[in-house]
């Protein structure tokens, strides 16, 4: 069981360590994957921004057992046919990557926001398009009436903090000369 004191804790010590190094706004997004219900319940006491799902099912388990009171953003890889099923759950699609996911998703929630995943590590076990095609995805994204809010990628698997802040700022510089400001940046332990 989660102890939701102990997430709340947590999340106030990272909002003071966000705070003494940036004035930038920062979101944060408890990844509840593999948890239980308790998990989305401790992520609400500890006032977290929103909660985030890699795999479908977890996604449909969880909100049909109770409303979920956060934002839900799916940050997996997106398979198109699990789109129309998520649909009315998801409030950011993070880790948009093909364009068949991006017409599935134009046709099933027009409107809705989205993150671009971006491959900045080129590590061959990773989710994310090449930052030669960001353009493009960018531009098939907005003419299927998506909302594009930014990128996101996911750091290395090395765990070197150095390889970790190259590729956020490679991430964050893509973003800039894109006029995109929202970055999602996170890493996958």
């Known amino acids: 069981m989660i102890d939701p004191q102990e997430v709340a804790l947590r ?16 979101a944060i997004i408890a ?8 998990a989305f319940r401790a992520a609400v006491i500890a006032r977290c921004d929103a909660v985030g799902e890699n795999y479908a099912q977890e996604v449909l388990a969880k909100v049909t057992e109770a409303p979920i009171d ?14 129309r099923q998520l649909a009315p759950y998801i409030s950011l699609w993070q880790g948009v990557d093909r364009l068949s996911v991006i017409s599935e998703i134009g046709k ?3 409107g809705a926001e989205i ?7 080129n590590e061959d076990t990773k989710s994310g398009v090449a930052p030669a095609e960001v353009e493009s995805l960018l ?9 594009v809010r930014g990128l996101m990628t996911i750091g290395p ?10 590729a956020f700022l490679s991430l964050r510089s893509l973003a800039d ?6 970055c999602s940046m996170g890493m996958s332990d």
């Open 108 to 110: 099933r929630a027009p």
């Open 11 to 26: 999340v106030q010590q990272i909002r003071s360590e966000i705070a003494r190094a940036s004035s930038s706004p920062v």
């Open 70 to 83: 956060l934002p839900m953003h799916f940050i997996g890889a997106i398979q198109s046919n699990k789109v």
């Open 139 to 147: 531009a098939a994204g907005q003419d299927a009436g998506l909302v």
């Open 177 to 182: 000369s894109l006029h995109l400001a929202e």
């Open 31 to 38: 990844v509840t994957k593999t948890f239980g219900h308790d």
């Open 157 to 166: 698997t090395s765990g070197d903090i150095a390889e970790a802040e190259k």
């Open 115 to 121: 993150l671009l995943q971006v491959n900045t590590t």
